[in-house]
């Protein structure tokens, strides 16, 4: 199988590389507009800014393909909510040149990698797949466009679009600034954790997430592309989709189970979830039975994912 890998210098862009090339022996051909330190991975690289179109150079640099994984976003909603305008516009422009490109070309699928934050928050409920979009955010909003785009695409120029939707994806090489890496970056220097939550009563409730981790992100799309798997809940009127996370657990839960795996005492700096930043809520989380009942099961898991992650960002922070 030949992979397009787009978004390759991002943290799950190497992860999903890796993958291909040495768990799933695929030839992978990456696609970026910057250099990346995992670069050593890029055995058959193009760079390209896709908030240009690719052109018949470009397309000659990629030749022919069969799967496109497109991972080229910006995802930093801090960052984004600093410059809504130009993040949107880089989301919604690079996604709809890749799949301009790919309406021409016979392709086995077209995944487009998408968030739960294009649902909005889950309160006490589970989204299910095709749940309505409630993006709370210029940053969710622009995924979400980036579905509608793929859809269109999907039902106009026969691109055979999957779209994949998870949350809070982690493990190593995470940007610095990500719940896990900065949490434990803390925890060495024995310094307080911030955890967002909200105060009833004596006690603070942490905000929950689900947390997947990048290896089972990348095996479960591989594990979906190669296995006949049903679309009974999905309908013909709509291309496929898929929920894929890990396990649910409390941010603080997160924090407790990186100071055991370090030994070391968590101090926590509560804050209240609504001074963490616009568009942030106490709970996000995504069913994936419908994955599960196809008979899919985590390679790590999101327990063996946090042992890992914790142990690799000890050894960067001991170098």
Known sequence: MRV????????????????????????VVTLDRHISIHEDLWTNHVTHDLRNSLGPGVSRL???????????????????LRDPVKHTINNVGSTLH????????KLKAFIQVSTNEVYGPADQRDVVEWSPLVPQTPYSASKAAQEMLAIGYWKTYDVPVVI???????????????FIPSAVKRLLADEPVTIYGQKKHANWQATSRQWTYAPD?????????????????????????W?????????LAVAQRAA????????????????????????????????RKQGYTPLYGTTVGLERTVDWLQNEENK
């Open 260 to 291: 055991e795996r370090l030994g070391k005492t968590l101090s926590v700096d509560w804050q209240s979830w609504r001074t963490a930043r616009p568009g942030y809520d106490m709970r996000y989380a995504l069913d994936d039975t419908r994955l």
């Open 217 to 241: 992100l990348a095996d479960s799309i591989y594990w979906l592309l190669t296995h006949d798997v049903s679309r009974s809940s999905a309908g013909h009127n709509i291309p496929d989709r």
């Open 164 to 178: 994949i939707n998870t949350m809070h994806v982690f493990g190593e090489y995470q940007p610095p600034q990500r």
């Open 243 to 251: 929920n894929i996370v890990g396990a649910e657990l409390t941010c």
């Open 98 to 105: 890749l799949l301009d490109w790919a309406s021409g070309r």
């Open 62 to 80: 990629i030749g022919d393909v069969d799967v496109v994984i497109n991972l080229a976003s910006s995802s930093d909603v801090p960052e984004f």
């Open 4 to 27: 397009l890998v787009t978004g390759a210098s991002g943290f799950i862009g190497y992860h999903i590389i890796k993958y291909l090339l040495e768990a799933a022996d695929c030839e």
